[in-house]
């Protein structure tokens, strides 16, 4: 059998930048309320090693984030840093490494349907100037891809969110042993997924 809806994973860690902030419980809460389940939790200051291969696990992303971020600038009418693609992504990576590994952050793993889905569309698009009003990054920061390039650094935007099924897996691999997470059941997922709704009236 395929594996039901209720089985999918996602890796949600808040980067420094919520801690600090205060931000923990409002985050938690919204993945709460949707309705997925918290099935691993801890709090770590990760390497400059540890989030490069992070970001690595994908053997694609170096070219892949390379070119989108190179197009962005061309969308914007402005001019990239450089027009090779993984020299873009080096100086992404340094950024991002100094950024996450700044201080504590909050690694969890949700489980529920949809749960990748719907952890980017709670976390809101990367750049927290542009992202919906309503969204964790669009409700709580107000960081741009202007002022952090100014800057020269990662855009501060609370939270990373697991963007496909296929990197979900490996990064939760790459943040957790197996034994970390915790098998169980909440009590709500019966109304959320229960088919037959028997066992409510007494
Ligand atoms: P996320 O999954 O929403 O965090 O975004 P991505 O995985 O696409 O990108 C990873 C990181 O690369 C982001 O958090 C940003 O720090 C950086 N990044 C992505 N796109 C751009 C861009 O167009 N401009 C700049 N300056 N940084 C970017
Ligand atoms: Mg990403």
Known sequence: MEKHFSKERTLIVIKPDGIQRGLVGEIIGRYEKIGLKMIAMKMLVPTPEHIEEHYTLDPE?????????????????????????????????????KYISSGPVLAMVWQGAHSVQLGRKLAGGTEPLTSDVGTIRGDYVLDSYAMSDTDNRSIRNLIHASGSIDEAEMEIKHWFEKAELIKHTIFQEKILYDVNLDGILE
């Open 61 to 97: 992303w170096r070219r892949v984030t390379g070119e989108k971020t190179i197009a962005s600038y061309k969308a914007k009418g402005e001019k990239p840093p450089t027009e090779n693609p993984l020299e873009v992504t080096e100086k992404l990576l340094k950024n991002l490494k």
